[in-house]
């Protein structure tokens, strides 16, 4: 996996990711996520972050700026996360990822009274260079938090209702804004940017289940 000393071009995808220092949690609880989702959009402009100014105001309200990047899926997971990206302008993604983690981990360290760098080393990334890569990416992200649900789940036949459940239900990814249903985290995505591989929720669900049925059967 390449680190963000790549160039990242304009009108490019890319899966990025960063780990906690050491493997570390950098989620406790639930308001250390709910707080990391809202910082997916604020950070995601030109202007500065001044949290306290914006602080319980609703996302729709908040004014970012011009966009540095698009953000096509999210996941959240104890010790790490997942973005899907599209570069917009140049620099932009660089300077996205390093207002995003700056402002979580300033956060983290003031509420949980600790020093030092939260994330390790810097931010990594992929160049999704093709279109099944892009495509499956979506898949990847979105079905990443069954490991919460079982640590082996690819090695089970999983009964597809309980899956959905649980997706539905872990509402820290961008699952739900793909599956049909209405929340005001769905400003976070950009989807009209990226490819448009699902015409609607039950293709997108559709998909993410074919792709998970075939990832059990490889097993």
């Not at 906690?20 to 950098?26: D, L, S, T």
């Not at 001044?50 to 729709?60: A, E, S």
């Not at 309200?61 to 302008?89: D, Q, S, W």
């Not at 207002?99 to 080393?121: D, I, Q, V």
Request: aromatic share 16%; with cysteine; charged share 25%.
């Amino acid at each position: 996996m390449s680190t963000r000393n790549i160039t990242f071009s304009p009108d490019e995808f890319y899966h990025l990711y960063s780990r906690g220092v050491e493997k570390r949690p950098i989620f406790i609880d639930i308001e250390d996520k709910k707080r990391f989702i809202r910082l997916l959009f604020v950070c995601n402009g030109n202007n500065p972050v001044v949290y306290k100014t914006i602080q319980g105001r609703p996302l729709d309200e908040i004014e970012t700026g011009e966009k540095l990047v698009a953000i096509g899926a999210y996941c959240l997971m104890p010790n790490h996360f997942h973005l899907l990206a599209r570069e917009i302008n140049d620099g932009g993604i660089v300077k996205f990822m390093s207002k995003l983690l700056t402002a979580y981990s300033s956060y983290f360290n003031k509420k949980y009274e600790r020093t030092g760098a939260l994330f390790g080393s810097q931010f990594k990334s992929t160049h999704l260079d093709n279109d099944p890569y892009l495509k499956y990416i979506y898949s990847y992200i979105h079905l990443n938090p069954l490991k919460i649900f079982d640590s082996k789940w690819k090695e089970k036949n999983l009964d597809q209702v309980d899956i959905e459940n649980f997706l539905s239900h872990y509402t820290f990814s961008s699952w739900n804004d793909y599956a049909g249903k209405d929340r005001k985290e769905g400003i976070i995505l950009n989807k009209d940017v990226f490819p448009e591989y699902f015409t609607d929720s039950v293709g997108f669900r559709n998909n993410l289940l074919d792709w998970l049925n075939l990832e059990q059967k490889l097993t």
